[in-house]
C-alpha cells in the first residue's frame, strides 16, 4: 500500500480531483484543443470497462488507428502530441461533458459514453486505489464508500459525471453503452458499436472479436510483449494486473454492508431523481 498522501498526489481543477499526473497547464489548454471531425472519443467515468471497449473499437478498425492516452492524462505536450498523429484517432476521456474541449463538440465528433452501475464501479475504484501506489491511501472500504458518494475521489462525483452526459443523451453523435449489456450480450453490443461507427463487420469478425475481447483473454494478453494497444489507455498505473481484477456484476454485494446499501440507495435516488436512465442499472 502507498504512503503518499493526498495532497502529493491530488489537485483540484474546475472543482474537480485530478492525480498529479493531469498537468494544470494541459487541463487549462483543452478548451482550445483543436479537434478532428473524425477523432472518436471513448468516455467513461473510471472503472467502469473503458479498457474493455477500447479492445473492442481497436478490433473493429481494419485500417490503422491510435489509441491514446486520455486527453486529461500527462503535461502540456501531450496536445502537440496529438496534434502530430498522422492515424485516425481514438481519444479515451474521464471528463465531465461540460469539461470536454468544445471543439469535439462544435464538429460533432463520435463519442461512446460506456457507464457501469456505481456500486460495481465504487468497489472497482477501491480496489484501484489500494493497490496503486499513484493514488492516494485508502486504509478500508468503509473510508473509501465515503470518498466515492462524497465525490472525493479522482474525476469526482460518479453522479455529476454521468448526469452531465446523460443531458445530451438525445444527441446523434454520442452512444450509450453499459458495461453490464457488455457483459449479458457482447456481440449485441459490438453490432451497435459497429453501426454507430459505420465499419462493416460480418459475424465472423463479431465473433473473433468477442472471443479476444473476454475478461480471460484481455488479462492474459496483458502479459505478452505485443499485448494489445488497448492497454495504454490507463496513464494511472504500467502494472495491468490492476485492471483486469475480476470483472465480474455485483461484486458490491461482496463489499456492501446493508447499512452502507441503504445509504447508496438512498443517495442514489435522491441525484438520479431527474435520471430518466436511472432505471437503466442492473445490480
Ligand atoms: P473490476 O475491478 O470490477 O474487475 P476501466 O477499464 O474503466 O478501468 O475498468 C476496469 C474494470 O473493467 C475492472 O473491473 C476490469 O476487471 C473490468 N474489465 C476489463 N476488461 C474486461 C473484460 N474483458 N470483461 C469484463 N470486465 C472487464
Redesign the pocket.
Known amino acids: 500500500m502507498s504512503n503518499s498522501t493526498e495532497a502529493e498526489l491530488i489537485h483540484m481543477f474546475k472543482g474537480i480531483p485530478f492525480t498529479t499526473r493531469s498537468s494544470p497547464e494541459l487541463l487549462k489548454s483543452l478548451d482550445t484543443f483543436d479537434a478532428r471531425e473524425d477523432d472518436v472519443l471513448l468516455v467513461?467515468y473510471?472503472?467502469?470497462?473503458?479498457?474493455?471497449?477500447?479492445?473492442v473499437i481497436t478490433k473493429l478498425y481494419d485500417t490503422e488507428v491510435t489509441i491514446t492516452s486520455p486527453i486529461e492524462f500527462g503535461d502540456i505536450s501531450k496536445l502537440e502530441e496529438l496534434n502530430n498523429l498522422s492515424t485516425k484517432r481514438i481519444i479515451p476521456t474521464h471528463l465531465d461533458y461540460n469539461m470536454l474541449p468544445p471543439n469535439f463538440k462544435k464538429k460533432k465528433c463520435k463519442m461512446i459514453y460506456?457507464s457501469?452501475n456505481p456500486k460495481?464501479t465504487a468497489?472497482?475504484m477501491y480496489?484501484?486505489y489500494r493497490d496503486n501506489p499513484n493514488l492516494p491511501t485508502v486504509d478500508t472500504w468503509t473510508a473509501f464508500f465515503d470518498l466515492f458518494l462524497k465525490g472525493n475521489v479522482v474525476c469526482g462525483s460518479w453522479f455529476d459525471h454521468f448526469l452531465s452526459w446523460e443531458e445530451h443523451e438525445d444527441d446523434k453523435n454520442i452512444l450509450f453503452l453499459f458495461?453490464e449489456d457488455?457483459?449479458k450480450d457482447l456481440p449485441k453490443v459490438v453490432k451497435k458499436i459497429a453501426l454507430f461507427l459505420s465499419l462493416n463487420a460480418s459475424d465472423k469478425d463479431i465473433q473473433d472479436i468477442c472471443s479476444k475481447?473476454?475478461?480471460s483473454?484481455?488479462?492474459n494478453d496483458t502479459e505478452k510483449e505485443n499485448s494489445d494497444p488497448s492497454h495504454t489507455?490507463?496513464a494511472l498505473t504500467s502494472n495491468r494486473k490492476l485492471?483486469?481484477?475480476?470483472?465480474?456484476v455485483g461484486?458490491w454485494k461482496n463489499h456492501f454492508t446493508p447499512k452502507q446499501n441503504r445509504r447508496f440507495e438512498e443517495i442514489f435516488n435522491e441525484k438520479m431523481k431527474l435520471s430518466k436512465m436511472a432505471k437503466c442499472f442492473i445490480y
Open positions: 467513461s473510471p472503472k467502469s470497462g473503458t479498457h474493455w471497449l477500447a479492445g460506456i457501469r460495481d468497489v472497482s480496489h484501484y458495461y457488455m457483459k475481447s473476454s475478461f483473454e484481455m488479462k489507455v490507463c485492471i483486469f481484477r475480476k470483472g465480474a461484486d
